[in-house]
T-cell receptor, first 115, second 114 residues
Framework: DTGVSQDPRHKITKRGQNVTFRCDPISEHNRLYWYRQTLGQGPEFLTYFQNEAQLEKSRLLSDRFSAERPKGSFSTLEIQRTEQGDSAMYLC?????????????FGPGTRLTVL | GNSVTQMEGPVTLSEEAFLTINCTYTATGYPSLFWYVQYPGEGLQLLLKATKADDKGSNKGFEATYRKETTSFHLEKGSVQVSDSAVYFCALRGFNNAGNMLTFGGGTRLMVKP
């Protein structure tokens, strides 16, 4: 069990550029979540997948954001036409639907800075 | 909607002091409640959990009791150590929340001095 991994760990981009982040969940976990955490705040839910199906999206997820989990394993989160307000830590978590408490295991996050 | 409010930090304590971090919540029905901890440079880790009223979650000397009457889930530890320095997040998972997404409080930074 190598835990949830995220790549890259840090990304600096210029306003207007597109960025893509990757999350690799714990291998047998069928649920995958994306959260966003701004400085000094708690994480806020963005979206989640069960296997390859995206089942819920937060209102925070504007149309510039898109997430995929094509084969029910890794997931990508793309932000198009980045804005300075997108600067945040993007967290990925995974869980096993059948586990008793559905505990979510978090990755280390990708810190995005938009200049 | 669901919300979590926790005391603002930072909380600064001396080693072996008693710790309380307050957490209250708003939710319909019977949510599950969690405390997560984030050590410097690391990801969020589940510290403890409680799934129904009067349950007490405990781990690594930390405890929290699910109090439905006061909608609270305060985190306590009898004797903190320098290694407990971290940011602590209270969170809930709503009842009948099929997606099981978590709603977090704003976090409380704990600093323990030797």
């Amino acid at each position: 069990d190598t835990g949830v991994s995220q790549d890259p760990r840090h990304k600096i981009t210029k306003r207007g550029q597109n960025v893509t982040f990757r999350c690799d969940p714990i291998s047998e976990h069928n649920r995958l979540y994306w959260y966003r955490q701004t400085l000094g705040q708690g994480p806020e839910f963005l979206t989640y997948f069960q296997n390859e199906a995206q089942l819920e999206k937060s209102r925070l997820l504007s149309d510039r954001f898109s997430a995929e989990r094509p084969k029910g394993s890794f997931s990508t989160l793309e932000i198009q036409r980045t804005e300075q307000g997108d600067s945040a830590m993007y967290l990925c978590a995974s869980s096993l639907r059948t586990s008793t408490y559905n505990e979510q295991f978090f990755g280390p996050g990708t810190r995005l800075t938009v200049l | 909607g669901n919300s979590v409010t926790q005391m603002e930090g930072p909380v600064t304590l001396s080693e072996e002091a008693f710790l309380t971090i307050n957490c209250t919540y708003t939710a319909t029905g019977y949510p599950s409640l969690f405390w997560y901890v984030q050590y410097p440079g690391e990801g969020l880790q589940l510290l403890l959990k409680a799934t129904k009223a009067d349950d007490k979650g405990s781990n690594k000397g930390f405890e929290a009791t699910y109090r439905k009457e006061t909608t609270s889930f305060h985190l306590e530890k009898g004797s903190v150590q320098v290694s407990d320095s971290a940011v602590y997040f209270c969170a809930l998972r709503g009842f009948n929340n099929a997606g099981n997404m978590l709603t977090f409080g704003g976090g409380t930074r704990l600093m323990v001095k030797p």
